[in-house]
């Protein structure tokens, strides 16, 4: 049974052995797979960047040409529409510089230590290989020695138990012969006294001889069993000590450093991800606040500042008189000039009256157009939302933008309320100053 | 002079058409390059996130076989390493589908918005024009009728001066009659007396002829100068409204919604980055959280659970009796073993202080390890800062993973340090229980 256990124990080294390569041929495995992975991921981002900045390039290229772009270099006061426009390419040509760090990142650094690993994780099996080697040759010494006493033990007990039997067997001899001598002695004759007497001595001999063979037996049984108590605590506690602690050791050894260098590896990469992220947002901030500076007041001076000949108002008309003829009103028409100043008054005061009205009109139109222009439909994050089955993302996309019948909807009505605008509107403000004519 | 003004107004209104036409141009051409802008990205994110996808899938693939993938499928608890790489490919999954709607809302809802923001212009721009078209001719109206009432005023101006000469001159020849009938009558005869006197009354009636003419010239000549005069003022009133007021309008009605809807369009279009962002920034975060989780303790527990059959202790070896043969220390070797058992104690003691030696040269020289392997060198920031001229970002790329020779003396600094550990380090530890024997 014993022997069957040291069988047992020798089989679980071989096997503990083969756990630990197996488990070092995983993480070279897996980290074959993460280089792999962030070589392929890299060529991705390189191709993505580069296509960015063509994007990029096609566009200012297109546009550095225009009068705008030349405003542009001359003083940085653009339209807000074509400063939007800018920076949006500005936005693309920042994303592509940034996807081509993070892929230069992946090559040059993440990829290196995941190798490094690799190199460390062979070698640290390599080297708790050797101190197993070494455990499991101290651990087998102490298991053959212990079987190799047991077997002494077992010996010297076997022949220390023959030796008593042996013993037991003169003493009963001894016995017997004491028992003859104990006949009445008249009708026995004198030779025969003689010979019984020197058969005692004999049997007294081998008696001491085997009583002494038994006890030099018994004392060596003795020891060897203390022996084999002893080096039995000990084996347990050996084999206690190298499953309890050793072995935990080992995987130690394996495992040292492991963790942290993948810990690092990956934090390289959370590093980069991180950072394309917050310059990425960086960008969108800055397009975000020219979004916010669309402004058609601003624009609109712009404009007019661009053609001054077209938008400056001419001088006034002045009084052409006929030669050396000088204003002053005369008698003969002052009645009727009264007259006419009344009507003008009254026609005055009614223009007012409708302009009036007008201005409501319009305002209140211009008013409804404006909610309607500046609905905010543009929040798209439910397009984003990531349920654990990501599955369900694509559905959603669809709908981001308003169906589409609800937008002719809406554009109809927009439309219609613009008629209405343009009905009322400005095509009635300037009817003012004409109409003093109309008397 | 006057003339000349309405030639310049004339020149001007065409003027101001031509450029608000070229606004208009302007804009239908910045909204076209927008959609072809958002057109050509849509494209590349379509391709980025297939790459991305495909990425992902490949590596899937090869896991999903793999022992640990089942393992996965059962429990969800991994080695902490693998359930990073698997955290990895979900990212990459994640990304992939992200950009794939930032596509799609490029392409359904963004470049749709410009679209109909292009079409507004247009439509804007021709109602503008409509309205302009009004605003010219009565402006035309009012300039003609100043320039025809200006000349009217001249002309009476002038018949009434002619009929004032005509009269005065009249005046002359009568005072030349009246200064004649003053001579000495004596000497004259009778039928020259009868003469004079008719000359006389002819004078008389052609003088209040011219009179009254004189009198209707002037009047009306003073009304066409009110006339004028009130005319004068209205049209410089219709004008500098017209250049304060309407053409202000006018610029508004190309306006109307323009700013507003290019406003939504670009929220659109960061609204979706800005989701995209936050989606990628919760992958990394879990990817984060399961770095932080890389535990070499729990994995080795694991790795031993996985074979229980390899690591689990072995029983403890019992004493085997020989036949019958009890435990018990006996008489005649208790003084040895009492020698023996002091000769244990002491060396024991000696081996308890050398392992005490062992233990801290161990412990510190692994603390010096673990001090290697995680120290912080994983942020790539400075590779992500953006100089106005971003010129300088690609430069520091390379210094990104700390310069090669450096790296190469720090792992020869390391891997010395481990020759140490080992050499002092585990293979010490379990030489106590065999030391026993060694007596």
Redesign the interface.
């Known amino acids: 049974?014993?022997s069957l256990?040291f069988l047992?124990?020798r089989a679980?080294l071989v096997?503990?052995q083969?756990?630990l390569e197996q488990?070092t041929e995983?993480?070279v495995q897996?980290l074959q797979?993460?280089q792999?992975?962030f070589r392929?991921?890299a060529e991705?981002e390189t191709?993505?960047s580069r296509?960015?900045e063509k994007?990029a390039e096609?566009?200012m290229a297109?546009?550095r040409s225009t009068k705008?772009h030349q405003q542009y270099k001359k003083d940085q006061n653009l339209l807000?529409?074509?400063n939007?426009?800018y920076l949006?390419?500005n936005q693309?040509?920042?994303e592509s510089?940034?996807h081509?760090?993070l892929s230069?990142?992946y090559l040059?650094?993440v990829i290196?230590?995941f190798m490094?690993i690799s190199e460390d994780s062979t070698?640290?099996f390599k080297?708790s290989k050797?101190?197993a080697f070494?455990?499991h040759e101290?651990l087998m010494?102490?298991l053959n020695?212990?079987y190799t006493v047991?077997k002494t033990?077992?010996m010297y007990?076997?022949e220390s138990?023959s030796a008593e039997s042996k013993l037991k067997e003169a003493e009963k001899q001894e016995e017997k012969q004491i028992g003859r001598s104990g006949d009445p002695v008249f009708h026995i004759r004198l030779e025969e006294r003689h010979q019984r007497r020197s058969s005692v001595k004999k049997i007294e001999k081998m008696k001491e001889k085997r009583q002494a063979k038994y006890s030099e037996n018994k004392?060596k049984?003795?020891?060897a069993?203390?022996e084999?108590?002893?080096?039995?605590e000990?084996?347990?506690?050996?084999?206690?000590?190298?499953?309890?602690?050793?072995?935990?050791?080992?995987?130690?050894?394996c495992?040292?450093?492991?963790?942290?260098?993948?810990?690092?590896?990956?934090?390289?990469?959370?590093?980069?991800?991180?950072?394309?992220?917050?310059?990425?947002?960086?960008?969108?901030d800055i397009?975000?606040n020219a979004?916010d500076n669309?402004?058609?007041r601003s624009?609109?001076q712009r404009?007019?500042e661009?053609?001054p000949?077209?938008?400056c108002?001419?001088?006034?008309?002045?009084?052409?008189s006929?030669?050396g003829?000088e204003?002053s009103?005369?008698q003969?028409?002052q009645a009727?000039?009264m007259l006419r100043y009344q009507q003008l008054q009254s026609r005055l005061a009614t223009l007012k009256i409708e302009n009036e009205e007008v201005k409501k009109t319009t305002e209140a139109t211009l008013q409804t157009?404006?909610d309607?222009?500046?609905?905010?439909?543009?929040?798209?994050?439910e397009?984003?939302q990531?349920s654990r089955s990501?599955e369900s993302?694509?559905s959603t996309?669809?709908e981001?933008?308003l169906s589409k019948p609800s937008?002719a909807k809406r554009?109809a009505n927009?439309?219609e309320t613009?008629q209405f605008?343009?009905m009322v509107g400005?095509?009635k403000?300037?009817c003012?100053?004409?109409h003093?004519?109309d008397i």
Chains 1, 2 share one sequence.
């Not at 084999?228 to 039995?232: P, V």
């Not at 492991?258 to 969108?284: D, F, I, Q, V």
Request: hydrophobic fraction near 40%; aromatic fraction near 12%; glycine fraction near 0%.
């Open positions: 049974m014993s256990l047992e124990i679980q096997e503990q083969k756990c488990q995983m993480r897996l797979d993460l792999d992975f392929k991921k991705i191709e993505y296509n960015l994007l096609r566009f297109k546009t705008d807000s529409p074509v939007c426009w949006l390419l693309v040509r920042r510089k940034d081509a760090t230069d990142i040059n650094n290196m230590r490094q070698r640290m080297k050797e101190i070494q455990l101290d010494k102490v020695e212990l047991m033990y077992h007990h076997a138990i004392l049984s003795i020891k069993r203390n084999y108590l002893l080096t039995l000990a084996t347990n506690a050996s084999v206690f000590k190298y499953y309890i602690h050793d072995l935990s050791d080992l995987i130690d050894c495992d040292l450093g492991y963790h942290a260098s993948l810990n690092r590896a990956l934090r390289t990469y959370l590093s980069a991800e991180y950072n394309l992220e917050t310059s990425r947002h960086e960008g969108l397009i975000e979004v669309l402004e058609p624009d609109k404009f007019m661009m053609y000949a077209a938008f108002p001419p001088m006034k008309f002045e009084f052409q006929h030669m003829d204003v009103a005369q003969p028409v009727e000039l157009i404006q309607m222009v500046t609905i905010e439909d543009y929040d798209v994050s397009c984003f990531h990501t993302v694509k996309v669809s981001t933008y937008i554009r927009q439309q613009e605008y343009f400005p095509c403000c300037y003012f100053s004409f003093l004519h």
